[in-house]
């Protein structure tokens, strides 16, 4: 009974998981808003590259050198 309620919650919350991924790779795909993608894994190895790129982003600058940002 238990490794049956744990197996559905684990399907349930994968399908919730990947109607939230779908949600925004569709955004990102067929809109024109910009989405910005990242692993969590990246910005602990390296987070002030992880923050400059999406500070370059949110300013819509090629670097952020000699900004208040850097």
Known sequence: M???????????????FNEW??????LAENT?????FFRFEDVLANPREILEELFCLILGLQSIKGTVAE
């Open 2 to 16: 238990v490794n049956e309620r744990w197996w559905l919650f684990n399907r349930g919350s994968n399908e919730l």
């Open 21 to 26: 991924n779908q949600y925004w790779i569709n």
């Open 32 to 36: 024109n808003k910009i989405v910005y």
